[in-house]
Each structure stands twice: as C-alpha cells, then as structure tokens.
Nanobody
Framework: VQLQASGGGLVQPGGSLRLSCAAS????????IGWFRQAPGKEREGVSC???????YYADSVKGRFTISRDNPKKKVYLQMNSLKPEDTAVYFC????????????????WGQGTLVTVSS
C-alpha cells in the first residue's frame, strides 16, 4: 500500500496550487482520502476529505478556497488550493481511511509522504 503526495512548491499569497495524491497497492474506490497539513511547531490538522461516495468535507479555515476531487480509474485524489495565504504554509499529507469520521489522524490507516507548500512573497 502506498500513497504519494506531490505538487507542492513556492507560491505567492493569492496564488494557486494543485496537489495530487497517487494511490497504489489497494482499491482506491473503497476508501475515503483525506488531506492533512502540518506547519512547523504545530500539530497535524485535517484540511479536507473525500469519501468513497464522493461526499466532501472541509476544515473551516479552507472552505471556499480549497476543492477536493477524486479520479478512481487513475487512482488519484486532488486538492485544488486557491487564494493561498501565508498561514497555509505547511507540509501536506494524504491519507486513506475506510470512511470519513472526522479529523483524528488515528482514524486513517495509510499515510503518504508529504509535499511542502510555501506561501510567501
């Protein structure tokens, strides 16, 4: 089982990035995929999640700016991030869970390596 996050980089405030999470070794269709982030000195926090049924969930801090989507045949989940702010700077991780039950990282079975997003002028 493997999850690989990519697409991070340096972007100016107000800019956009699209993160990708590539899954292998398991059937993506049966899992909810969540995005988490961890800034230096802070705890990991949930950002967004898409259920196996396509339902989407967002943290209040990103509602209206981030959009999560999934492409099961390609075994990928995407996080479109618009209107980025300096406080969005963090390492972003994707993770798989049997269903969405909230933002407790312990509820997620599989984790990928993170991708760094830096929002700065």
């Amino acid at each position: 089982v493997q999850l690989q996050a990519s697409g991070g980089g340096l972007v100016q405030p107000g800019g956009s990035l699209r993160l990708s999470c590539a899954a292998s070794g398991f059937t993506l269709d049966y899992y909810a995929i969540g995005w988490f982030r961890q800034a230096p000195g802070k705890e990991r926090e949930g950002v967004s999640c898409i259920g196996f049924d396509g339902n989407t969930y967002y943290a209040d801090s990103v509602k209206g700016r981030f959009t999560i989507s999934r492409d099961n045949p390609k075994k990928k989940v995407y996080l479109q991030m618009n209107s980025l702010k300096p406080e969005d700077t963090a390492v972003y991780f994707c993770a798989a869970a049997k269903s969405f039950t909230g933002w407790d990282p312990n509820e997620y079975d599989y984790w990928g390596q993170g991708t760094l997003v830096t929002v700065s002028s």
